[in-house]
């Protein structure tokens, strides 16, 4: 079990809440996932990516309100217990010495990549952070991420698909001008490591394979059982099918077969 100890409403669709966990909780890797069951009437545990867990004996999840589960979840008091199953899934892999982390988000997509952030900057690595969201008013920016550094160890940067804050348009065509910046150095070279909605990764993946480039996702499909077993959240690679609870929730986006743009 673990005890809600904090929940902040960051805007009214979105919360950061604080669960003090199990000294035999291990300590979560950047990318992995927790189940939540947040209310005895529903059967299917929720899972939510560890948003930070840089603090011993505590799990941060960042959580947007969708349906009952997470409805549940955000009407929980500060001090209530929670049944909280994890740390579960795979982890991102180390930027190498001479590498600059560009980690790429949409909307939500900040949660599975928030812990990563923090990680790599408290290891002095160089870090570019780009940030979508449809509206000024649904960016999650603030305190959630790194602050950019004077001397640009840590850069952000944010998009908004109405032009209402930071570059107008996508965050992949905020990710292009930033590779080719990155392009001009030609110490560091960039690894991508990506989170949120299936467009933004296939548009992400192809990025980063016309520059060759490695890349890592996070996917977030829909989870039945959570153990590999009912195969409920398979997704196509170039070996087969794959399990995202068990095999991911990171991939390499070379390894993936992402499903044909609608238009396409
Ligand atoms: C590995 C992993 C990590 C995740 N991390 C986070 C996170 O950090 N923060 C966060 O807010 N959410 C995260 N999600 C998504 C989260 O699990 C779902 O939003 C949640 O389960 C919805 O539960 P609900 O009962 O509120 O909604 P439901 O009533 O189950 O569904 C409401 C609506 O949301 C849609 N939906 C449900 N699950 C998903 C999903 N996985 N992706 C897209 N649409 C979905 C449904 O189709 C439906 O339209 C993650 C999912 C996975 C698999
Ligand atoms: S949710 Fe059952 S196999 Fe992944």
Redo the contacts with the bound molecule.
């Keep these: 079990m673990a005890r809600l100890t904090r929940k902040v409403s960051i805007d009214p669709r979105n919360y950061l809440f604080t669960f003090e966990v199990d000294r035999r909780f291990p300590k979560p890797l950047p990318g992995q996932f927790v189940q939540v069951a947040s209310s005895i009437e529903l059967t299917l545990r929720r899972p939510f990516s560890v948003a930070g867990a840089s603090r011993p004996g505590e799990v941060e999840l960042l959580v947007e309100l969708r349906g009952k589960g997470t409805r549940t979840l955000a009407a929980r008091h500060e001090g209530s217990t929670v049944s909280l199953l994890g740390p579960m899934g795979n982890t991102f892999s180390e930027p190498s010495t001479g590498e600059v982390a560009v980690l790429v988000a949409g909307g939500i997509g900040v949660a599975g990549l928030r812990y990563l952030a923090h990680e790599l900057a408290e290891e002095g690595k160089r870090l570019v952070i780009l940030v979508g969201a449809r509206t000024r008013d649904a960016l999650l920016l603030g305190d959630l991420l790194p602050s950019a550094t004077e001397d640009d160890r840590v850069r952000v940067a944010f998009s908004t698909d109405d032009g209402s804050a930071g570059h107008w348009g996508t965050v992949c065509e905020l990710l292009e001008s930033e590779l080719d910046a990155l392009g001009e150095d030609r110490i560091a070279s960039p690894r991508l490591y990506c989170c949120g909605p299936p467009a933004m990764l296939r548009e992400a993946a192809a990025i980063a394979a016309a520059r060759e480039i490695p890349c890592e996702v996070l996917l977030e ?1 829909i ?12 997704v196509m690679t170039k070996h087969g099918y794959r ?4 095999d991911g929730p990171v991939f390499d986006a070379a390894e993936l077969v992402f499903e044909e743009a609608p238009n396409a």
């Design positions: 499909e989870m039945a059982c959570g153990t590999g077993a009912c195969r409920g959240c398979v399990t995202v609870c068990s």
